[in-house]
């Protein structure tokens, strides 16, 4: 087995930010003691997180820690070496990843990570996934709120429809139903690297607006455009809805799952994500309001002035992020439509539910990302079968439906409706 022999299940790169830091309070408190450990650059903040964590857990502090460091390869080999995953919460991605990426690799280490940056990830496929797949390590992207709850909620859709009808769904759609929670310092950093690459470099524009960016390469692309950008009404759940700033993301991570799953969805199977507002004037005035907002953000983040002034004045800082209380006040509810026939509204439909009882970004977040490297950890041989065994992954296509049994089990919601 790869990784076999190893020191460590799971390490977590990144461990001092803060995502990290909640991904080490996860595993304090359900990671079995000795089985994983804290990696980052500063001693200084391990040794201050350890005392921390040293409250969830009495094992917690005699925890391992491990110094590593993005400009030092050596330190991130060494690293790899010892584990059999390698969690990281090191971004922005398209600045620190790429080594993380190549000494686990090299090292025959899992990898999972919280990128939602997917232009860098089309790099990644391009330059890493023969070399993954050919030393059978899963390089596995996107694990947090982009893109589980919509990598795993579509595989759940389409299990049901295929049960129900002895073939997938021909259209699938994504509401964001509920969400409450906030950003932390870190996300605002990588939407502004992707946001400042895109502005500088044709090369990145074409992979973001390419809603195939991430398929194979060899394959002809699908029957999908861009996501939806204006607010519309949609008189399937009879409210407006706008257009969801993470769809490009979720989208792409989608499509690349259905073609390493061999087409269980079908080639021409046609998907888009949404926000749901709500019925009458209120709702399309609140999808206007979010249209707008989001719009104008983007166009500061594009422009040096309005990003200084953003990430000075508004914006938080990288380590900082919602408060506690807004973690814990936070939830979300997400609902997967898929249709028999594609375009044909009003016909036949399955539905599911996927969500969580904490905020999206951070807490269920960190859940995920957690859960789903310590189910890395324990071999492909824990996860159900056909799925492809190296290469650079989704969800959907490295843990599967294993990974939406592990989450339940974990407090979130997965079910058909
Ligand atoms: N997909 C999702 O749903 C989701 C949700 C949350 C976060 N994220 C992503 O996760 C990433 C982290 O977010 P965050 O808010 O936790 O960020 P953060 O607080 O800024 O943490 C970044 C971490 O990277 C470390 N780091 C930076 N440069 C390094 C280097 N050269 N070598 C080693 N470590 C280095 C930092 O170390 P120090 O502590 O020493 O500074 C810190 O631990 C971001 O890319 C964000 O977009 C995604």
């Known amino acids: 087995m790869m990784g076999e022999g190893r020191e460590f299940d799971v390490i977590v790169f990144g461990a001092t930010g803060f995502t990290g830091r909640l991904v080490a309070r996860y595993l304090a408190r359900h990671a079995r003691a000795g089985s994983w450990a804290i990696a980052g650059r500063s001693e200084e903040k391990l040794m201050e997180l350890r005392a921390d964590l040293a409250g969830e857990s009495l094992e917690a502090g005699g925890l391992s820690m491990i110094q590593a460091d993005v400009s030092d390869g050596g330190s991130l080999r060494a690293l790899a070496r010892r584990a059999r995953v390698v969690c990281s919460t090191v971004g922005p991605y398209a600045l620190y990843g790429e080594p993380v990426v190549e000494a686990c690799i090299e090292e025959g280490a899992d990898y999972c990570d919280l ?16 070399a993954a797949r050919h030393k059978g390590v899963r390089v596995v992207h996107s694990c947090g709120f982009d893109s589980v709850p919509s990598d795993l909620g579509v595989l759940l859709m ?9 073939r997938p769904a021909g259209q699938g759609k994504y509401y964001l139903w509920q969400a409450r929670g906030g950003f932390s310092g870190g996300t605002i950093a990588s939407a502004a690297e992707t946001v400042e690459r895109a502005a500088g470099d044709a090369r990145v524009r074409a992979r973001l607006s390419d809603p195939y960016a991430l398929y194979p390469s060899g394959e002809l692309p699908g029957p ?53 507002m709500g019925p009458g004037v209120g709702g399309a005035l609140g999808g206007w309001a979010m249209t707008l907002g ?24 990288p380590g900082e992020g919602p408060s506690e209380q807004v973690r814990k006040r936070g ?14 509204r009003g016909g036949e439909r399955v539905e599911v539910e996927i969500g969580a009882d904490q905020d999206p970004g951070y807490g ?50 997965f079910r058909v409706l």
């Open 364 to 413: 269920a977040t960190s859940l995920m990302l957690a859960e789903s490297a310590m189910l890395l950890a324990e071999g492909r041989e824990a996860v159900s079968g056909g799925l492809p065994r190296g290469g650079v992954l989704t969800p959907a296509s490295a843990l599967g439906e294993t990974l939406i049994e592990r989450l339940r089990s974990a407090g979130m919601i």
């Open 331 to 344: 939830c979300f509810r997400t609902r997967v439509y898929g249709w028999k026939e594609v375009g044909l």
């Open 115 to 130: 990128t939602g940056e997917m232009d860098w990830v089309a790099e990644m496929i391009e330059r890493h996934h023969e």
């Open 224 to 276: 999908d455009g861009q996501p939806q950008d204006l607010v519309k009404y949609d008189r399937e759940i009879g409210a407006w809805t706008g257009p969801f700033m993470m769809a490009r993301v979720n989208e792409k991570v989608v499509r690349r799952s259905n073609a390493l799953r061999g087409f269980e969805y079908g080639r021409e199977f046609t998907y888009g994500e949404v926000v749901r």
């Open 294 to 317: 989001l719009g104008g953000m983007v166009a500061g983040l594009a422009f040096r002035p309005g990003r200084w002034l953003l990430k000075r004045f508004v914006l938080p800082k």
């Open 158 to 166: 389409q299990q049901e429809a295929i049960a129900r009808w002895g």
